[in-house]
């Protein structure tokens, strides 16, 4: 079965059959709603947020018990006392991340296609000369699209508390052993905090862009569009050559570019990680 066309306007289309050199079209590019990464990132940082606070005060309050004082390091209460509590702490918050990692993925992700559908009608409709397109469409393969979003971000969501809880326990464990205590023990929480923070921050960002992009590749190619113009983001400290080589380039959704040139992975922009590249829709006239 061939694949599905996009409608032009009879106007556009014959305008394009009399040119000597057949035309491309492209909508404008496709960018994710800023306030749907702001609300996922707020939703991440709060949920960390409770997790670090809870689990540096229980830890720094258990090494400052009298019996921590006079027996640290040649007494092995600490390390059990300190085992116990980590499991408490792992329990509980291993649970909470659980328990509400897939109402805020599905609850991204819904806002994602929510704003997808109005930013690709629009696009599609300067690329096809004015029609109105229904981009509301969904179908088997982007119900699939939700379905593998919303488990990927669970699966991160959940990671954070295990990587950070696995992070703690292992400061805890080295501050008992070495004798060093509060003084290995506090910059290690700080530390491991920051960067729990950061990474629920950058899970965010990155996810809410994947999905976005993902979302608006399935409602493209059900609507008949078969290729896109790669757009480099031009922001980030460390941008990727091979991602700047790229803009302006045009490529098909069933013959995808290399994304990482040193795993040779193919794929759309933004699905990389930390890509901020973005595409728009393209139809290429001579070969369509």
């Avoid at 488990?151 to 292992?170: C, F, M, R």
Wanted: with cysteine; glycine share 6%.
């Amino acid at each position: 079965m061939p694949p599905k066309k996009i409608k032009l306007t009879r106007k556009r289309e014959a305008w394009a059959a009399s040119r000597s050199e057949a035309p491309v079209f492209k909508g404008d590019p496709l960018q994710h709603n800023a306030a749907v990464a702001v609300r996922y990132v707020g939703a991440l940082s709060s949920l960390t947020a409770q997790m670090t606070a809870q689990v540096k005060r229980d830890v720094l309050k258990l090494f400052k018990t009298d019996a921590a004082a006079a027996h640290f390091g040649e007494d092995a209460t600490i390390a059990s006392q300190s085992r116990i509590l980590l499991a408490d702490l792992g329990n509980r918050f291993n649970a909470l991340f659980a328990k509400k990692a897939k109402p805020l993925a599905e609850g991204m992700v819904k806002e994602a296609d929510k704003s997808s559908t109005p930013a690709l009608h629009s696009s599609l409709q300067k690329l096809s000369g004015g029609m109105s397109l229904k981009t509301s469409v969904v179908n088997s393969p982007l119900q699939e699209i939700y379905k593998a979003s919303v488990a990927e971000n669970v699966s991160l969501i959940k990671s954070i508390a295990q990587e950070y809880l696995q992070k703690v326990e292992g400061a805890v464990m080295r501050s008992i052993t070495t004798g060093n205590g509060l003084q290995d023990l506090v910059p290690a929480l700080e530390q491991y905090e920051g960067q729990t923070h950061r990474r629920a921050k950058n899970i965010a960002l990155d996810q809410t862009r994947k999905v976005y992009n993902s979302i608006n590749r399935g409602r493209m190619e059900a609507l008949g569009v078969q290729k896109f113009m790669w757009h480099h983001s031009g922001g980030g400290a460390h941008p990727r050559e091979d991602h700047i080589d790229m803009d302006g380039e045009i490529y098909s959704f069933e013959n995808l570019p290399i994304i990482d040139k040193r795993t040779g992975e193919r794929g759309i922009p933004g699905q990389a990680p930390n890509c901020r590249c973005t595409m728009s829709p393209v139809f290429d006239f001579s070969k369509e």
